[in-house]
């Protein structure tokens, strides 16, 4: 069940708001729990009960810390017992087939592959269960000794498949003292139909655009075919990914949580490591606080310092998936952030800001062909084609045609990648508070009356980060 279904839209999402509000506020975090594994369960039958050991094994790893919590040696063993246990387990059934393929590849052995399926959403819920521990273990947030509530946390149907993965310490109030309202009901409503819209109306429909593209033969896929169909991948992915979060944000507001943001006009950067503090917010967040401060950031040198990035950077590519395309993407990453800190940061400084702007698109909308081909051939002749080394030269009349079909609803989406909108939407409500007041609502209607008429009409509807 996704999000931009109708069968979400219509009957699951108003059953769960329905029966949420009329239950006593004691029962509530108990009915969010059951009805997030019955969301979970819809498309995960039998992987529901890893999701269910894995909640388990989280609380009760809280009650070791809670009781050793002063005995600083046995409390650090239950925190290695935790993190080795949940990395062994997201390692097995994320990473168990590469390593067998890789090592059948590298010493001839016949190994059977294990052929699982990915578990949906297991490296957020993991990754959520995990700041509890760790948490809990600095001292950083409170102990749960309620397991439905606990359960709500790690299970939370908003934003279990595809985060933002929220921390612990930033939500451990809200799970027993929040106060649902409606003007906050109300906010997030809007805020998730807008997610809906960019998923809907402008992720689906780039989306075809780089289908397109990216299934021309080589011989045909000329310079401007290449850069148009990535650029129109990464508009793609923001607004596939960014309306997820928006509308994951948005439920949680409606049911009295308050997520953090989890983009900030990524693509509006002037640095790559400006781009990493506004995209993806939550990830970043969690290795900065979960790995590359423990290792040390940058307190113990320079050489310790490059360390840590290329631990983190190369955790943060196979986060991603198991293959060697998203290792190279996140080392990708990890050498320009290098060369940010320590080589070329003045000449950055002193650069026009259309010039920064410029050199972090390029290298960003190339990074997404390391993202996007997970095969090494496909990614070769891509990255040949983009550099007019494929043999398609540099233009022909059928990108010239998929290029004036999508004209619209490309510049569009570039312009929504930027606060343009949202700083006019401010000046309107700023001058004249009434007439906003009643646009807002009827803006957001046509938005969620344009996007189920959308969903009646398509069949393309994948949810680009489900795969993680």
């Known amino acids: 069940m996704v999000f931009s279904s109708l069968l979400f839209l219509f009957v699951y999402l108003p059953a769960v708001l329905a029966i949420y509000f009329l ?16 969301f979970y369960a819809w498309g995960e039958p039998l992987y529901v009960f890893l999701m269910l050991f894995t909640i388990s094994f989280g609380w009760l790893t809280g009650i070791g810390l809670e009781r050793w919590g002063k005995d600083r040696i046995k409390a650090k063993a239950v925190l290695v017992m935790s993190v080795i246990i949940n990395m062994g387990i997201l390692g097995f059934f994320k990473y168990g087939n590469f390593v067998v393929e890789n090592l ?15 578990p949906l959403g297991i490296s957020f819920y993991t990754f959520q269960t995990m700041s509890y521990t760790i948490d809990l273990y600095r001292g950083h947030a409170p102990f749960q000794p309620n397991i439905l ?22 939500i451990a109030r809200q799970l027993t003292s929040r106060r649902e309202n409606l003007k906050d009901f109300g906010s997030g409503a809007g805020i998730f139909t807008i997610g809906l819209a960019k998923k809907v109306l402008l992720a689906n429909t780039i989306g075809l655009f780089w289908d397109a593209v990216k299934t021309m033969p080589s011989d045909t896929l000329t310079v401007l075919a290449a850069w148009s169909g990535i650029t129109a991948f ?7 990914f960014s309306g997820y979060s928006d509308m994951a944000i948005g439920m949680g507001k409606m ?3 308050d997520f953090e943001r989890n983009f900030l006009y990524p693509y509006c950067s002037r640095s790559i490591t400006e781009f990493w503090r506004r995209w993806h917010i939550s990830l970043s967040t969690w290795f900065r606080e979960y790995v590359y401060i423990p290792l040390g950031g940058s307190r113990q040198g320079n050489g310790r310092t490059v360390l840590n990035l290329l631990i983190v950077w190369a955790a943060t590519g196979l986060w991603h998936g198991a293959n060697w395309n998203f290792l190279l993407w996140g080392l990708y990453y990890f050498l320009f952030l290098l060369g940010e800190r320590f080589i070329w940061s003045g000449l950055l400084e002193k650069a026009q800001g259309i010039l920064r702007h410029a050199y972090v698109l390029v290298l960003v909308m190339s990074g997404w062909a390391l993202f996007v081909f997970d095969d090494m051939g496909s990614l070769g002749m891509f990255i040949r084609a983009m550099a007019g080394q494929a043999g398609g030269g540099l233009v022909n009349d059928r990108i010239l045609y998929l290029l004036s079909s999508w004209a619209f609803v490309l510049l569009f989406a570039a312009l929504g990648t930027t606060p ?12 004249w508070p009434k007439a906003a007041a009643l646009a807002k609502p009827v803006l957001v209607l046509a938005g969620l009356l344009l996007s189920v008429a959308y969903l009646v009409d398509s069949s393309y509807n994948p949810f680009l980060y489900f795969r993680f």
């Open 104 to 118: 059948n590849l590298l010493t001839g052995w016949r190994i059977n592959s294990l052929d699982l399926p990915l």
């Open 149 to 170: 509530d606990f359960g709500a946390y790690v299970s939370m149907f908003p934003q279990l498949i595809a985060g933002p993965i929220v921390r612990y310490n930033t």
């Open 420 to 431: 343009i909108a949202a700083s006019a939407l401010a000046r309107v409500e700023k001058s």
């Open 234 to 240: 990464g508009l793609q992915l923001y607004f596939d």
């Open 23 to 38: 239950l006593p506020v004691a029962w509530r975090n108990g009915f969010l729990f059951f009805a997030s594994l019955i």
């Open 255 to 257: 049911l009295g949580f």
